[in-house]
């Protein structure tokens, strides 16, 4: 049988010529409605070589070989016949050309304007992290008042404290994500003079294997260590226990 419009007419052209020994001849007629597209099929063959399928309304199939600049995947083939496909079926051919250039001249300074508008925001701090990105939590510097006799040194010792960005860059000198266990630091006057005659106690303080903070001890070089060292290590182990699950962290124990 015949499938469509197109063998038909290459039947015909092909039956003619044998009955009238001469050239047999058929063509489609080239009215807007004859030419209207159903589908079209893109097949990548070979690198930067592709093959073009349109089938219009009527039933005419055309192929065509096509050398495109840049080497186009199957998938970005299939994206754009998908796209052609439902976006314009029942389109003339001419048609379809003009609304593609349209819609690519369209996209193409929206895009432009979109990306304008982005780089005005980015330069202005839209995407800025806050200064105050670390959420820093502190008690107890009562403590550490009531063993000061030095007034200067006491207030120097509030106000590093009182700076609580300094507090974060202490514990980003000291303590390293990668640390499993608790990590002591002893004399801490290389980040701060007035903290020479304190430790340091901390760990990382972890959901699963994510590092969300830190979590640690800071006081005078007398303090209770081992003590200390369980307090942080136990507390550490039970931020990952309480906000990763239970069955998560025993299989970790």
Do not use: C, W
């Amino acid at each position: 049988g015949v499938a469509d419009v197109q063998e038909f007419m290459e039947r015909t052209s092909h039956v003619l010529s044998l009955i009238s020994s001469g050239v047999g001849v058929a063509m489609t007629a080239g009215g807007a409605s004859r030419n209207a597209l159903d589908h079209v099929y893109f097949s990548r063959l070979a690198e930067h070589k592709i093959l073009a399928v349109v089938v219009t309304k009527s039933g005419v199939v055309r192929d065509r070989v096509l050398r495109v600049e840049r080497d186009l995947s199957q998938h970005d083939l299939d994206l754009a016949a998908n796209y052609i496909n439902e976006n314009f079926r029942g389109y003339t051919m001419e048609a379809v050309r003009a609304e593609v250039a349209r819609r690519v001249e369209e996209t193409r300074s929206e895009y432009d304007r979109m990306m304008r508008s982005l780089e005005q925001l980015y330069r202005q701090g839209a995407l800025a992290e806050d200064e105050g990105s670390h959420q820093i939590y502190m008690e107890g510097v009562a403590n550490l008042v009531a063993n000061q006799q030095d007034s200067e040194h006491l207030r120097q010792l509030l106000k590093t404290l009182e700076e609580k960005e300094r507090v974060a860059e202490l514990l980003g000198a000291y303590l390293d994500a990668r640390q499993e266990a608790v990590r002591v630091v002893i004399g801490l006057e290389a980040a701060a003079p007035q903290l020479s005659n304190f430790v340091l106690i901390g760990a990382p303080a972890r959901i699963g294997n994510e590092v969300m903070g830190s979590l640690a001890v800071l006081g005078p070089t007398r303090i209770d260590y081992e003590h200390t060292i369980t307090a942080v290590s136990y507390i550490a182990r039970l931020f990952d226990s309480i906000l990763n699950g239970p069955e998560e962290s025993k299989k970790k124990m």
